[in-house]
């Protein structure tokens, strides 16, 4: 019992800590002004039909590029009624917390598997640095990318649940919701289906037992992720970041992988070999335990999502965008966690099996290295926002347009004519914040 205490005091210490650290980031940096796609798909499309009182349910699920985003709109909604106005630093503060969410439903499903003992406490200071550290700005400091911690959340809850609950009928059907709210929530939730598919089929070559159920529930979340995959539309604007060829594909792929310490390819083999050699082994050896299924759940899910970036985005990559590499966040903890499973189980007294551990100094290197780097991205997007937030309020005070002709990134949409035209509607200028708009909250 006591140990047990300990155990959920070190979670909720952890998870306070990346709570105050990402709080830290947002206040300081983060702006009230809403940023690029926010205008269109939250301020235009979402909150003034709102207010107007023209907005339809089915405008919640409507397409934004190759994403239905639901979720989001549904906060994007919440927040504004809430809260009364249409301020990105309280989106993005909401999303401090919707992220913290994400490492502690990942250390509380393993606090339930009882896998939290031992050195496996070693992962520890991986998840933190993966929801502390500012290589992820784009997401922390806009908070339209909400659908982020949404689908990773979601991801996370469904693993869980197909892992603890295996043979639930009643589990089986709250996965499968979660499986469908990823899907709506970007393109890429088409993946989380298969991840959880992928989980019952591991659950059923190490058990066997009632795996004919496990197998067919297995297949239909296939075939969903299959009509959900049918149903993304093919944009041709964006045909310019896939990658064109099978070697440009696998170039993007291991660049992916490397990341956080890159940029040479051959890292993805240390950081991303553990997974790949644990799971077989512990399946052979009848050593997979519930914690396991759940972390290669995580594994698959991850990896699957670099397979897609490297397709999606992989045209010429020479580093992996910001807002992409959340993505690869379980999966890193889940590497970790299967190099400190290896070592656990594979009881021969053999130097060799250390070399698993090679991870865990190239991961802290990568990031000690980037973090400089990744600081002064950050602070060049708030010095950015600042002057994006004084273009805006100087045009609203004088209606002059000369404050939204201005070089790139010194406004915060990239077409000034229609930035313009969304500041000259009197209902979106009602939505912003009164200090940029100079409209009172009482007006």
Known sequence: MQNNIIKLALISASVIFILIIRFYFVNHYAMPVPFWDEWDSEGDFLLRPWVEGTLRISDL???????????????????????????????????????????????????RFIGLNSNKWLILPVLIAQFT???????????FQSQFYFLILFTVIAVGLAVTYTESATAKVIVFILCFLSIVTMASGILTPLAVAGVYVLHSLDKHERAMKNLLFAAALVIVAGLAYMQIPHIAAHNMYRARSISEWTHSFLRILSWPVGP?????????????????????????CKSDLFMAGCYMWSFAQAMAIAYGRGQELSSVPSRYTE?????????????????????????????????????????????????????????????????????????????????????????????????????????????????????
Do not use: C
Request: glycine content about 4%.
């Open 61 to 111: 699920w409507k397409l934004h590029n190759e994403h239905r985003i639901f979720p989001t709109r549904l906060l994007s909604l919440a927040s504004y009624m809430v809260n009364g106005q249409w301020n990105n630093l309280v989106s993005a503060r909401i999303n401090v917390i919707l992220a913290a969410v994400i490492p502690a439903t990942l250390l509380g499903f393993l606090f």
């Open 133 to 143: 550290l500012p290589f992820s700005f784009e997401n922390m400091l806009v908070g």
């Open 264 to 288: 040479h390819n051959w890292i993805a083999a240390p950081l991303w070999s553990p997974g790949l050699i644990a799971v077989p082994f512990l399946i052979k050896h009848k050593r997979l």
């Open 327 to 443: 993505l690869l966040s379980i999966g890193l903890v889940a590497n970790a966690w299967f190099a400190l499973r290896y070592i656990e189980e594979y009881k021969k007294p053999k130097w060799q099996k250390y070399i698993i551990l090679a991870l865990f100094p190239l991961f802290f290197h990568g990031h000690k290295k980037r973090f400089k780097f990744d600081m002064k991205d950050i602070q060049r997007v708030h010095e950015y926002s600042v002057i994006q937030t004084d273009n805006v309020t100087s045009y609203l005070q004088t209606h002059n347009p000369v404050y939204l002709q201005q070089p790139a990134m010194h406004i915060p949409y990239p077409d000034s004519v229609r930035l313009k035209k969304l500041l000259d509607n009197h209902t979106i200028r009602k939505l912003l914040p009164p200090e940029i708009s100079g409209i009172s909250s009482l007006h």
